[in-house]
């Protein structure tokens, strides 16, 4: 009897991945370039239905037709390398899919080659990390929906399932699953950088003791920011050292990591002409924290402003805090959506913008309260220019701009960084303003390079002697 699935790459996301199709009831073969992997996954089946197997032909050939490969490998090279690998023994039909984090140019270009040879090629956003990828991940697939069609039971089985609905549904073609994970991974940077600002006002504006800001992050995670990032922060917060006895995250160095889906979503974006500037200067954040003894010799160097500062009264800040961090997370998801729709619009895409919403409710990192919000703006006028726009929205960003505003202010005087919140109240300002200088740019243009430009009373391009 031939396997339903082979899944190839056994790292830890791939490790989890045959493990969850294993528990639903497929029958999986896998394979990892070094048998280490492999015979550790054995260790951890339980006797589930996953079968080794310790070179690449006897992989594929144990593979019911037409065959269904996961490729769960190391975004880049390797996954043309894995291919080149597989592509002698597949046959026409057979479905390849990455469930990696490649970049979704990378994706089409293989959908393209692939498809030469009859072969079907998916590129499948996966998110949730480890947990996810056992328990249930929110799973963003794109290519031909043909082949989606044929992976689709498999793939919405071993999906989040919120409500009964899994998280998981149909992006688009050849690269467009991995756009949406891409973007998704942009909005979790500015989540992440929105919430370490908020975190910072309440511990050196405020001096709210750590374990009490704790509290605070817990109980908001009761109300309308209700989100795994914010629920794992309170767990983050209240966690003590065992070596030292802090708060384990004083004893972490401030040096953030990133693995590049945040410089890809900034540099879409930009090549695009598409507002991203909250992910971009979360990007940049993340950039400047690995300046650390540059940052550490300035410090003693640099001047910052007097922080004698008045005291402020604790409960009325905590909730303009709270403001600020909910309309910051507004406008951090409306230019995500915004870079989703204007990209699908130039790639012809047509991405469901409800769905992506949808299944990001389950299993992802940026799962939120507020995506059941987000999708019924969608549903109801699928051609939202931006999330901004929508009446909910309108009406958040009207109750809590004056909130945000302060919180940036104070922030200012204190000397504390707050370059996303800044980032994302300049873009909320910027959207809202029907004349901007944006004219005298363009009159600067025109002056040293002839540029032209157009005017609010005649149509056509025109040019100024200036002098």
Same mark, same amino acid.
């Given at each position: ?24 009831? +497929? /029958? ?5 370039? &070094? ?19 310790? !070179? ?13 490969? =996961? ?8 996954? !043309?390398?894995?291919?080149? &690998? ?10 390849? /899919? ?6 979704? +140019?990378?994706?089409?270009?293989? =959908? ?16 949730? $990390? +480890? ?14 929906? +043909? ?61 709210? #003791? ?19 990032? @914010? ?9 003590? !050292? ?7 995250? !004083? ?23 598409? #507002? ?7 990007? =940049? ?32 800040? @905590? ?12 406008? *951090?998801?409306?230019?995500? =959506?915004?870079?989703?729709?204007? &990209? ?7 991405? #469901? ?22 999708? %019924? ?7 939202? *220019? ?22 940036? *202010? %104070? ?37 040293? $390079? ?5 005017? &609010?009373? *005649?149509? $056509? ?7």
């Amino acid at each position: 009897m031939s396997n339903t699935i082979g899944v190839i790459g056994l790292g830890v996301m791939g490790k989890s991945i045959a493990l969850n199709m294993a528990s639903k009831g +497929e /029958m999986v073969s896998v394979y990892n370039y &070094t048998r280490d992997l492999t015979d550790q996954l054995m260790q951890e089946t339980n006797e589930q239905k996953i079968y080794p197997f310790y !070179d690449v032909q006897s992989f594929v050939q144990s593979l019911e037709s037409p065959r269904k490969l =996961f490729m769960m490998v190391t975004a880049g090279d390797i996954v !043309d390398t894995v291919i080149n &690998t597989l592509v002698p023994y597949l046959e026409e039909g057979d479905i390849v /899919m990455d469930g990696g984090n490649s970049h979704f +140019e990378d994706t089409a270009r293989r =959908f393209n080659d692939l498809k030469a040879k009859g072969i079907g090629y998916l590129g499948i956003g996966v998110s949730g $990390g +480890e947990e996810g990828a056992l328990k249930g991940p929110s799973i963003m697939p794109g290519g031909e929906k +043909e082949m989606y069609e044929q992976v689709a039971p498999i793939l919405t089985k071993i999906a989040a399932q919120v409500d009964g609905t899994p998280c998981c549904a149909y992006m688009g073609p050849d690269g467009a699953g991995h756009f949406v994970k891409m973007v998704h991974n942009g909005i979790e940077y500015a989540d992440m950088q929105l919430i370490a600002e908020a975190y910072t006002f309440l511990r050196e504006r405020l001096h709210i #003791p750590i374990n009490e800001i704790a509290d605070i992050f817990e109980n908001w995670n009761q109300g309308e920011l209700k989100s795994y990032l @914010i629920e794992i922060t309170a767990d983050i917060l209240r966690k003590v !050292d065992d070596k030292t006895g802090f708060p384990l995250v !004083d004893v972490i160095l401030d040096k953030t990591g990133q693995k590049g889906t945040g410089k890809w979503t900034s540099v879409q974006g930009i090549d695009n002409g598409i #507002p991203v500037s909250i992910i971009a200067e979360s990007l =940049f954040a993340r950039y400047i924290s690995h300046l650390k003894a540059e940052r550490v010799h300035a410090s003693s160097i640099l001047a910052g402003p007097d922080t004698s500062n008045s005291e402020l009264d604790r409960e009325e800040w @905590i909730e303009y805090v709270r403001q600020a961090l909910y309309m910051g997370k507004i406008c *951090a998801y409306a230019q995500g =959506f915004t870079q989703y729709k204007m &990209t699908s619009d130039l790639n012809n895409w047509n991405l #469901p913008l409800k769905d992506i919403a949808l299944i990001f409710r389950g299993g992802c990192i940026i799962r939120a309260e507020f995506l059941n919000t987000i999708s %019924e703006v969608y549903e109801e006028n699928p051609s939202t *220019a931006n999330l901004l726009l929508a009446p909910y929205f309108v009406d958040k960003t009207k109750a809590y701009q004056n909130g945000m505003r302060k919180v940036i *202010a %104070e922030s200012t005087l204190s000397g504390l960084a707050f370059p996303s919140l800044s980032a994302a109240l300049a873009y909320y300002d910027g959207y809202r303003t029907g004349n901007s200088s944006a004219n005298l740019l363009q009159a600067q243009r025109d002056y040293f $390079g002839a540029h032209t430009y157009e005017r &609010t009373d *005649a149509e $056509g391009s025109f040019h100024t002697i200036w002098k």
